[in-house]
């Protein structure tokens, strides 16, 4: 506080002022304000609170602006200090000559890299590390200082040709690992690409530092990262701690302040939760590694750390298991009343370790405990699966259940027609005769379908309408012969052919419903005269980022919407809602991601009925404008660059 008031007592003189002024841009383009402000604090010129203040900026360039706000009013030795610091911290020189007037802007003579090198550093030919390496080193320079190790790093980098044995030992013999990071880090920008490779090399296999390695590296988000977040996107809302989470991913710069200040401002931890894994998809590969530590840092989240953790090729559960268990979890969860018998014996096979069973017991409530373990599986390989489906025989008696999972699956086309007609068929079927045809044992050449397990499952069902929903439950886990034979059990009865051809696809739904009509003189309308089907095939074109609402009207019950002929779980995003009437899907911020085929479907006294509409995405007009003239001077232009950005993007 003295040293402020003396720099306050006396202003800064004229030309100093006006030489910050006038260099202004440059400076905030090649000034790395951390370094600076860690030097001005040294210097006495900002105090540990006005320091903490400038690390908080949300960029480095707000940073450099708020510094050079500040300096005018400390006087003419915060100019000079400034100049030192470019000089001793930043290795910017030639700019710090710049402001005193004794150098040219941006000289050619002299990469200001190399500014303060010992003279027996080794410089390469040509311009030394690209720009946009020196700014990754520069923008993680904190990250770095704190995980390299140097003994470790050093050898490494020798043996990779990356640094000279002069230098080594230049770097070797510093007292302190700050010391030895902050010497390396002035080395390695006066040296080719080839050492920031290496550099990220050795963090990987040397310092256990792959997130920091992938962040200089500006790796994206890989697909099965973001495959294994869509995975779990459930189990992590849920169990989320998200207040922590986010704390460390701001301390580790992963986050900015504001990001994190916006995501605080919900009301409730599962919508925190929310907005968190919406901006992780958006980021870089090392953002989701540190996000895994931030998981891993926390007890009660490690086994979701565990989740997302990269799984070996050894242990990987194969993908139609995976999908397996997505897609019958909602029975799962309905048929197994008691979780810890299926716990103890997993214990018992060596798949779970009684910690891990342990936290699934404090879990409460059956259900609860059941969607944990659903889980912790997959990262658990097929082994784990294997044992799952012999606890659901042996431990809960439910060989349905487990025949079910085992299936083959059905493609999606298959799976597609059940679901298009499943209304229909589960009003018009007849299930007795089918159950029996599809548990039949292996004759002429017809497969058995169900097990007798499966099939005493759909017997036992109290109503018909339940017996038929059992049937199309269980069908999708066979295979696409066991789709054929479904077909041929529904043309052994005359009354109900026509639901084959429907399905074969050689009856349009208006035939079908013909068909109906003939067969037991009910009197529905032609579906051909359906709202649902007269706006059927409409097409639309969105901005990415533009907010699209789908609007089908048309009277109709059971409505779902499909993407891709896939149901559409519930997402962040995509809103859906219907009256009966007006049903509606609204998509928050369109991604090409999100374009194709949409459809909607729901049921009516006459049958079933389907709208699909196209979503197609504008080409994005970003690039560079130049508008060109002509002056008495000569020829002039004036070249405008946009970048097209999404909302969420621009935020961050």
Known sequence: EIAMQEFKSSAMSDEHKLALKRHRTTIVEHVNPYLMTDYLLARGIITSPIAGELRRSESQPEAVEKILDMLPSRGDPAFYAFCDGLRDSCQLAWLADLLEGGGTKNPSFANPSFAKTPSFVS???????????????????????????????????????????????????????????????????????????????????????GWLADLLEGKELQSHQKELLISHRQALVDNMKPIPIIDFLVSKDILSINVAQDIKKLKTAREMNEKLLDIIMTMKSGAFLMFIVALRMLPDNAWLADLLEEPTVDTVMRRDRRDMLLAYRSIILSNVKDTDKVTEYLVKMEVLTPAQADDLNSKRGNEAKCGRLLDMLPPRGDEAFEHFCAALRTRLHLGWLADTLEGEGMTSAKKLQLIRHRAVLVDKMAPEPIITYLSQSQVVGKPQVFTKAMGNYVINAPLRDERNERILDLLPSRDDLAFDVFCEALRTMAKQAFLADLLDGKQTAVQSVQSVQSAEMNGALPLAQHPFNLMSGTSVRAHRGQQVILEVKGEAKNVRWLYEGELIPPTKGLHKKSDGFKHELRIDSMTPELGGTYTCEGTTPGGGVACDITISMTPELGGTYTCEGTTPGGGVACDITIIVMTEQELQL
């Open 123 to 209: 410089l390469p030919d040509g311009h030394g590390m690209s720009e946009k390496y020196k700014k990754e080193l520069i923008r993680y320079r904190f990250h770095l200082l704190e995980h390299i190790i140097p003994e470790r790093m050093l050898y490494h980098l020798l043996l990779r040709k990356a640094i000279t044995p002069a230098e080594f030992k230049l770097v070797d013999r510093e007292m302190t690992k700050k010391g030895a990071n902050e010497q390396l880090l002035s080395i390695l920008p006066t040296k080719d690409d080839d050492a920031f490779f290496a550099l990220c090399e050795g963090l990987r296999g040397d310092c256990d530092a």
